[in-house]
């Protein structure tokens, strides 16, 4: 069952949504070669906490920290370790909050140090599909128009679109129905209407879109071991349109001061 949310429900996950963005903001500022996943989850756990707000995913069907760090091939979910992120590496930084009850969920893949010009392509590409598949986020469409525009977009570039993980509806859990797949046929799935709130997350993979998962249980990584991107948005669709909960302001504003 879909729970769509009332004006007043909508605002407290936008808060929700802006104490995820100003953490990606303080992550951008950390973001380079040296600093290890776990310095950046720590400084995510204490910032979030400073915003009276919970870290959403620490201890969410067991996940042991508050990011989920996923590096060059991993997908998404990966563990915060104490390895050094490396000059060409791309991250994805994954990261959720619950405040006063309501859930933010939102990523943002980061470039450390000199990436590949090919690298940098797929994370132009799958920020790109991120924001046409907001677009379709309108009463009177469907879900399956999100992703129909997500997939198009994706493998007009020869990118593999991930099956097997898919964006969700948000709310006072962190995964609600509908499930919101990037790829998809125009017209089909569930109709979109005022009040919807859903996490809209294209996983886009250099090469094949399948996926594995490892031993430890929760990094999915690409079967052929080339790089993945990742960007997330929490959208809510009101007065017919959508409307981005969340934002990547703090952190392109941290990335400007950087150059
Ligand atoms: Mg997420
Ligand atoms: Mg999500």
Not at 34 to 49: F, H, M, N, Q, W
């Amino acid at each position: 069952m879909i729970i769509y949310k009332t004006a007043e429900e909508i605002e407290i996950m936008r808060e929700a949504a802006q104490i995820v963005s100003r953490t990606l903001g303080k992550i951008a500022e950390m973001i380079e070669p040296g600093v290890t996943p776990l310095e950046l989850d720590k400084v995510a756990e204490s910032y979030i906490r400073s915003e009276n707000a919970i870290p959403g995913f620490l201890g969410l069907y067991d996940f042991p920290n508050t990011l989920c760090i996923s590096i060059n091939d991993a997908v998404v979910h990966g563990i915060p370790t104490e390895t050094p992120l490396k000059d060409g590496d791309i991250v994805s930084v994954d990261c959720g909050a619950i405040f006063e009850g309501y859930y933010g969920d939102h990523a943002y893949t980061f470039e450390v140090g000199n990436v590949k010009e090919e690298v940098k392509q797929l994370l132009k590409v799958t920020k790109e599909c991120l924001y046409l598949g907001i677009e379709q986020c309108r009463a009177g469409n469907r879900i399956g128009d999100i992703g129909f525009a997500i997939q198009q977009h994706a493998e007009k570039h020869g990118y593999g679109v991930v099956r097997d993980l898919v964006g969700h509806g948000i709310g006072k859990t962190m995964h609600e129905e509908p499930q919101v797949p990037n790829y998809g046929r125009r017209g089909k799935g569930k109709k979109i209407q005022n009040g919807l709130t859903i996490a809209i997350e294209p996983m886009i993979n250099m090469g094949t879109e399948k996926v594995v998962q490892l031993e430890d249980g929760w990094t999915i990584v690409t079967q052929d071991r080339l790089p993945s991107a990742h960007f997330e948005h929490d959208v809510a669709v009101i007065e017919g349109k959508p409307e981005i909960l969340s934002t990547f302001d703090y952190i392109e504003k941290a990335l400007e001061k950087k150059k």
